[in-house]
């Protein structure tokens, strides 16, 4: 199975602020990684596919990029709404998830 | 805008089979070359993936899971199923359908999700 590693698993942040997540592979996925932003009690929502292809509707202050075995995915200005818990996974074999990022107001 | 609903009984108890329904509208589940998919959730922890069903009849399945999971379609109901044997308390998860509509793996469509306790 490809592991996949997601950090910090925590962060504090202010409205306004630039975030960044990042997700490491535990072997080559080329560009096979997703990103998903689950609030409580919802299921997730897929933000970014590919690695880098923003879903449609997604507000463009997401983006994603990387490849190979190491991702970022950025908010260039966290909205009041991002809160929330972000999570990567790689669709290059058996799907996999990471652990979660759960991103809380500072 | 296609939908997924998740519908099962929310108790099981220890040693018996799950069995979950995802039930799809406004779309058909023969169509396309999506996959339908099983993910699931212990309350406070990450997700998992199931296992997927394919418009062409094919099945994958989590290694972890394979030896009691099973995942079949109805095209006459638009439905896919989920069933999962010897449940234990580490099965007790929110469990969602999911579908894959492009080429990337990625699940761009969810059910709501429905809770699933493991307890005698």
């Known amino acids: 199975d490809i592991q996949m590693t997601q950090s910090p698993s925590s962060l504090s942040a202010s409205v306004g602020d630039r975030v960044t997540i990042t997700c490491r592979a535990s072997?080559?996925?080329?560009?096979?990684l997703n990103w998903y932003q689950q609030k409580p009690g919802k299921a997730p929502k897929l933000l970014i596919y590919?690695?880098?292809s923003l879903q449609s509707g997604v507000p463009s202050r997401f983006s994603g990029s990387g490849s190979g075995t190491d991702f970022t995915l950025t908010i260039s200005s966290l909205q009041p709404e991002d809160f929330a818990t972000y999570y990567c996974q790689q669709s290059y074999s058996t799907p996999f998830f990471g652990g979660g990022t759960k991103v809380e107001i500072k | 805008q296609v939908q997924l609903q998740e519908s099962g009984p929310g108790l099981v108890k220890p040693s018996q089979t799950l069995s979950l329904t995802c039930t799809v509208s406004s779309g058909s589940i023969s169509s396309g070359r999506y996959s339908w998919n099983w993910i699931r959730q212990p309350a406070g922890k990450g997700l998992e993936w199931i296992g997927r069903f394919y418009a062409s009849g094919s099945t994958n399945y989590n290694p972890s899971l394979k030896s009691r999971l099973t995942i079949s379609v109805d095209t006459s109901k638009n439905q896919f199923s989920l069933q999962l044997s010897s449940m234990t308390a580490a099965d007790t998860a929110v469990y969602y359908c999911a579908i894959d509509r492009g080429r990337w793996g990625a699940f761009d469509t969810w059910g709501q999700g429905t809770m699933v306790t493991v307890s005698s």
């Open positions: 590919a690695a880098s």
């Open positions: 072997q080559n996925i080329n560009n096979f």
